[in-house]
């Protein structure tokens, strides 16, 4: 059974997506760094050059790629949650659990990137919450949910892992 972690941008998911696939002794795959391999640029040039929309659909033949994967954990891009088929396909053979943060925390761990696309061009909190706003009925539809803000990536790895035994 896979792990997919979802997510907002700066929620954790490949952090902690990483020490919890090594926790478990399980193959990672990071979706945004696959996709950045397979076009040869990052995510950012993707957006500037072959746009959104593009990434999107990659972004979705990727899902449909990973549903296939057997007991790894994965960790999305923020905006796999906008296609309802991302989520069908992904949860094919998994778990999908949504990390969370506060927007404080969100935006104290943004701040200083240049690597959001999306987070361009604008007040990094404006920008955050108004996207925020737009993602959040599609995070909340995640029954699997854990909070990372202020908490240690391992404090995070414990809870999700309890979590799952519990579950099985
Ligand atoms: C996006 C989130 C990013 C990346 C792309 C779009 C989004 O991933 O996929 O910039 O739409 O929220 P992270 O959530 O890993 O930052």
Redesign the pocket.
Known sequence: MNIILI?????G??VVGKALAERLGRAFF???SI?EEEQGMT??EI?RTKG?KF?RLW?AELARRMGEERDAVI??????V?NRENLENLSRNGIVVCLDADLDTLVNRLKDMD????LEGGETRKRVES?LAE?QPFYDRIEFKVDTSGRSVDEVVDEIADKLRARC
């Open positions: 997510g907002f941008m700066g929620s998911k490949t990071d979706m945004d996709i995510v950012a957006f959104e990434f972004e960790a999305c891009g923020g905006g796999v906008l690597d959001r696309p999306l996207l993602r």
